[in-house]
């Protein structure tokens, strides 16, 4: 105590002189914490309407880049092994080409065994023709014999079920033969199933699969398709209209789209359908406005040739409403 004055007064002002220093601090301490308010430009451009939809009704929606044909999951009708893989992503391929094939090599030898059947049942026909045709010669020497004495009625018998046994003995082979022959144009069936072929001409946009890999008729562990193609030429685009916003859509007019983030590229796209069916929301936007509880109307659009989209991009769409059809004040906010 004998740096502070004689007559120094802790109660009246050691206390107000800590609280000043306190309140200095705390204010130092707020201004430091405080967020950096400076107005910034969007990293991205938000969507908007041109040209003549600028100042007209309109309808939004947002929407996802797919291949005109839909995309195409392929799989695989036999399990087993790749052994040759003959596409990659960004492959054009014909209707008919093959994309992978799984190992053959039991269903060859298979093939091989019902070949070896075949083989022997050919033989076993060709023993009982020869031994139908000695008993059926031999009974018919017995039955022309003018003596009846001469020929015991025992021989006459026996020849009879020799030649009975010789037609049931080439009945039995040749049903031998086409059993074999069944088996072997299974196993032939079974060899072309091992290659599989892209089911129409597009484009291959994902391979999921390496050489080598076994492939379960039943699919992944990761539930992915082994190859995913479609037909891109052209590209459609599925767009996603509002349940509430739906009677408004002028059917059949072209829509303005856009990359999503770029709203300065814009193109036209033609109408192609509406979807009879409306289906729950899949598609967000992570727009403040949006529910996630909604139905949406899908309406097709074929997209004009351009570079800006790929299948699976996501788009913004502005749609002519009908004449006479105005957006309420929170939809229109909404749309724009």
Do not use: C, H, W
């Amino acid at each position: 105590m004998a740096l502070l004055p004689e007559k120094f007064s802790f109660s009246r002002l050691g206390l107000p002189i800590i609280a000043v220093i306190g309140l200095i601090i705390a204010v130092f301490f707020i201004m430091g914490g405080l967020p950096d308010r400076e107005l910034e430009e969007p990293d991205r451009e938000p969507p908007r309407a041109t040209g003549a939809l600028a100042n007209s009704p309109r309808v939004a929606g947002a929407g996802v880049v797919e291949p005109s044909s839909e995309t195409i999951q392929i799989g695989t009708a036999l399990s087993g092994l790749v052994t040759d893989l003959r596409v990659q992503p960004g492959d054009y391929v014909e209707k008919g080409q093959p994309l992978f094939t799984v190992d053959t090599r039991a269903i060859r030898a298979q093939l091989q065994q019902a070949n070896a059947q075949i083989s022997e049942a050919r033989a076993a026909i060709a023993e009982a023709q020869t031994a139908q045709s000695t008993a059926a010669q031999q009974l018919a020497l017995y039955r022309n014999v003018d003596d009846p004495a001469a020929v015991s009625r025992s021989e006459v018998i026996r020849a009879e079920g020799e030649a009975n046994a010789a037609r049931t003995r080439l009945q039995l082979a040749r049903a031998r033969l086409q059993s074999a022959q069944a088996t072997a144009d299974s196993a032939r069936t079974e060899i072309g199933r091992a290659t599989v072929r892209a089911p129409i001409a597009g484009e291959i946009l994902a391979v999921n699969i390496r050489p080598g890999e076994f492939l379960s008729t039943m699919g992944g562990g990761g539930s992915q398709p082994f190859i995913e193609m479609g037909q891109t030429r052209p590209l459609y685009i599925r767009v996603d209209v509002d349940e509430e916003q739906a009677p408004r859509v002028a059917m059949g007019e072209p829509a303005i789209v856009s990359p999503r983030g770029a709203a300065d590229q814009q193109v036209k796209a033609s109408f192609v359908r509406a979807e009879p069916l409306v289906v729950p929301k899949r598609s967000l936007t992570n727009s403040a406005q949006e529910r996630v509880d909604v139905r949406v109307l899908q309406i097709i659009y074929e997209l004009p040739d351009s570079d800006l989209f790929r299948v699976g991009q996501q788009i913004d769409a502005f749609i002519p409403a009908r004449n006479g059809t105005a957006p309420k004040p929170a939809q229109a906010e909404a749309a724009e």
